[in-house]
């Protein structure tokens, strides 16, 4: 979306045609498109429909909000998530930020989450299309009083005087995602220096992020909503007293720890419980295994078990019946003995897929199972048994 492109839908004839193509299909863009180039300029209407199409994909992150807001392709790819977006503002509200400065703010997704906890927000892009983006979201949501908006590279902003900086480095270019920290835009060395001159400070980096690259003085949080890993925040200036944190979202549960050793290994007992995806990034297994009192199946695998089942938002937990070595043809048969029709597999540190496997299993039957299958040191396990919840 060009910058030029985004003004005629702002004006009455642009947001008509916005509302009239809100819930268009696909199938029906050729005579939609015909029929409204009879009653708009060709252009207005090209840009229309673009705009619809954007707005249909950012739903799954926006939710009703995207209806009212305005996109570019990039951003809406490499936008947080609202849930995301809003769990991190709180944090900032709650650390006493009342001025903050977000840079490389993309369409605004967070700018947005911030001014909604009452946060004066300066969001700063170096990208034309993505600040008349950001500032035409901050309107339509009735937020333009607490976000001004900076089209500016961000190393030449001053943040002398704000309670915190946010920055967001872009991480993708044309060519696909950025691995190597440096070639972040800005360098990742840059935002964590940026992070510092204010009394709060956080970066957004990719989950993948090695933990040796994480600062000393930085409190890592890993963030998962729904069960997807999302991100990592490296936080500054929180004086946090355990360096890593794991969040689930929505139900915002925080586990903190990072330093306690790991925890021995032993026999599968009669539950397993599956740590959240964040939980593992964040190394902490370890605390996830001391809350429910077990042990791992394998020194390298983070499976816990444990003999009784306690109540954990951090891991899913199954009841067992029956634990044995690997073997296609036993599993096999023992689906059919149990008239197993759907099964659902998970692995770790095996190589077979569970797309491979379930062709190979042909299950058939009105019965579910959960296959779990595991590397450990006296060889690869298969696990079944069915998802448990304890109570509260």
């Not at 976000?147 to 190393?155: L, Q, T």
């Not at 991100?231 to 004086?239: C, D, I, K, M, Y």
Request: charged fraction near 25%.
């Amino acid at each position: 979306m060009e910058t030029e492109n985004l003004q005629p839908l702002l004006t009455p004839e642009g947001q008509a045609l916005l509302a009239e193509l809100r819930e268009f299909a696909p199938e029906e863009e050729l005579a939609l498109a015909t029929r409204l180039r009879r009653e708009h300029p060709a252009e207005l209407v090209s840009a229309a429909f673009g705009q619809a199409r954007l707005r249909q994909r950012a739903r799954a992150k926006f939710g009703a909000d995207a209806d009212l807001m305005y996109f570019t392709p990039n951003g809406v790819e490499q936008s947080t998530r609202r849930g995301v977006a809003e769990w991190r503002a709180r944090r900032f509200a709650e650390l006493g930020v009342k001025r903050l400065a977000d840079l490389c703010c993309g369409i605004g997704g967070d700018a947005l989450a911030l001014a909604r906890v009452g946060i004066e927000v300066l969001a700063v892009d170096r990208d034309p299309a993505a600040c008349a983006a950001t500032a035409a979201n901050a309107a339509a949501l009735g937020l333009a009083d607490l976000v001004e908006v900076r089209c500016a590279d961000v190393a030449e902003v001053d943040v002398a005087g704000y309670d915190a900086v946010f920055t967001d480095p872009a991480r993708r270019t044309s060519r696909g995602r950025v691995f190597d920290p440096e070639a972040y835009a800005p360098p990742l060395s840059w935002a964590i220096e940026a992070g510092r001159r204010t009394p709060v400070g956080a970066l957004k980096v990719a989950p993948g992020i090695p933990h040796e690259a994480v600062p000393a003085d930085a409190e890592a949080e890993w963030v998962s909503d729904h069960g997807d890993v999302k991100e990592a925040v490296l936080w500054f200036g929180t004086r946090a007293e355990r360096p890593h944190r794991a969040t689930l979202l929505p139900q915002a549960a925080s586990l903190t720890g990072g330093d306690l050793p790991d925890p021995p290994a032993g026999p599968v007992g009669r539950y397993l419980y599956e740590p959240d995806g964040a939980v593992i990034r964040a190394h902490l297994v370890a605390e996830v295994a001391e809350q429910v009192g077990g042990r791992l199946i394998d020194p390298k695998i983070a499976y816990v078990t444990s003999d009784e089942l306690v109540a954990t938002p951090y891991a899913h937990a199954f009841e067992l019946t029956d634990v044995l070595p690997f073997h296609i043809k036993k599993l096999k048969a023992l689906l059919r003995e149990r008239a197993v029709g759907t099964v659902v597999i998970k692995k770790r540190g095996m190589a077979i897929t569970p797309e491979e496997l379930r062709r190979q299993l042909k299950p058939s039957g009105p019965n579910t199972v959960t296959v779990i299958l595991s590397r450990t040191d006296h060889g690869p396990l298969m696990m079944l048994g069915r998802p448990v919840r304890a109570d509260v």
